[in-house]
């Protein structure tokens, strides 16, 4: 790699225009953020209207995912330049371009290179190892619904993207007790099952930020737990159904309105396979 500081397609910056030695991969196309190192090329690509990446703010924290336009970039380089230059170049460059570095983690040495970085609604994630890195961008924001709330809308999502967010399955205050005006959305999820039977999912609760996060972590979980019970008292094999909580930490929306919150406390249906 050269050390050039990488310019972004979102600020004034100059786009490098160098063409690399090698050809890109058929069908990728530069990234929308960040452009590439120049005598680099692409080895493969990933673009998305709506998906997801893990984006951890800090060392330690996991699960921190960021929804919305994705796109995953794999670059290989001309040998001679570190991981570590690499990074640190793009991390200058991020900064100069307004964004705020949330997290960075150099290993053995410089032998690898992780960060985050985010401005706005955009979000970057960069990994460097040997002559090869990874930059990954997502530009959060909410999936727009297209799809018809029942098991026919429900299971052309899922084929889209994987997964699918349940709403009216409603329970008691503080409570995994399910209400009896959940009976139709629960309803329709048998149908989605049954009629899915080789499909095996993680169902997933979630909550507002009302309440102390411990609390609501516990609760999705014993929620979406209530959920698989009564899916298997009404038909569906409870073993391909794995119950998970993350409580108020997957927000969808903004939690400083009811508007907001409701929209967070929902039910995900996760495909595993």
């Given at each position: 790699?050269?050390?050039?500081?990488?310019?972004?397609?979102?600020?004034?910056?100059a786009?490098?225009?160098?063409?690399?030695?090698?050809?890109d991969?058929?069908?990728c196309a530069?990234?929308?953020?960040?452009?590439?190192?120049?005598?680099?090329?692409?080895?493969?690509c990933?673009?998305?209207d709506?998906?997801?990446?893990?984006?951890?703010?800090?060392?330690?924290?996991?699960?921190?995912?960021?929804?919305g336009?994705?796109?995953?970039?794999?670059?290989?380089?001309?040998s001679?330049?570190?991981?570590?230059?690499?990074?640190?170049?793009?991390?200058?460059?991020?900064?100069?371009?307004?964004?705020?570095?949330?997290?960075?983690d150099?290993?053995?040495?410089?032998?690898?290179?992780?960060?985050?970085?985010?401005?706005g609604?955009?979000w970057?994630k960069?990994?460097?190892?040997?002559?090869?890195?990874?930059?990954?961008?997502?530009?959060?924001?909410?999936?727009?619904?297209?799809m018809?709330?029942?098991?026919?809308?429900?299971?052309?999502?899922?084929n889209?993207?994987?997964?699918?967010?349940?709403?009216?399955?409603?329970?008691?205050?503080?409570?995994?007790?399910?209400r009896?005006?959940s009976?139709?959305?629960?309803?329709?999820?048998v149908?989605?099952?049954?009629?899915?039977?080789?499909w095996?999912?993680?169902?997933?609760?979630?909550?507002?930020?009302?309440?102390?996060?411990?609390?609501?972590?516990?609760?999705?979980?014993?929620?979406?737990?209530?959920?698989?019970?009564?899916?298997?008292?009404?038909?569906?094999?409870?073993?391909?159904?794995?119950?998970?909580?993350?409580?108020?930490?997957?927000?969808?929306?903004?939690?400083?309105d009811?508007?907001?919150?409701?929209?967070?406390?929902?039910?995900?249906?996760?495909?595993?396979?």
């Open positions: 790699m050269r050390s050039v500081i990488l310019c972004l397609a979102l600020c004034s910056c786009v490098w225009a160098q063409v690399p030695s090698q050809a991969k058929k069908g530069e990234s929308k953020v960040v452009t590439r190192m120049p005598g680099c090329v692409i080895l493969r990933d673009y998305k709506f998906s997801a990446a893990e984006m951890p703010r800090t060392r330690a924290e996991k699960g921190h995912q960021v929804e336009e994705f796109e995953s970039t794999v670059y290989r380089c001309p001679g330049k570190s991981p570590l230059e690499l990074g640190r170049n793009t991390e200058a460059a991020l900064k100069n371009a307004g964004f705020n570095i949330l997290y960075t150099v290993y053995a040495g410089g032998a690898r290179f992780w960060m985050t970085a985010q401005k609604s955009q970057v960069l990994f460097v190892v040997s002559d090869a890195y990874e930059l990954t961008a997502v530009k959060q924001k909410q999936m727009e619904q297209v018809t709330a029942n098991a026919d809308g429900w299971a052309q999502q899922i889209q993207s994987g997964r699918v967010s349940v709403y009216g399955i409603n329970f008691d205050t503080g409570k995994s007790t399910i009896p005006d009976e139709p959305a629960l309803n329709e999820l149908k989605l099952l049954q009629a899915h039977t080789s095996a999912m993680v169902v997933a609760g979630h909550t507002d930020n009302v309440g102390a996060q411990a609390t609501n972590l516990a609760l999705s979980r014993a929620r979406a737990q209530s959920v698989i019970s009564w899916l298997s008292v009404h038909g569906v094999d409870g073993a391909r159904l794995v119950p998970a909580g993350f409580g108020d930490t997957r927000p969808i929306a903004d939690n400083k009811e508007e907001g919150r409701q929209k967070n406390r929902r039910v995900d249906l996760v495909k595993l396979y």
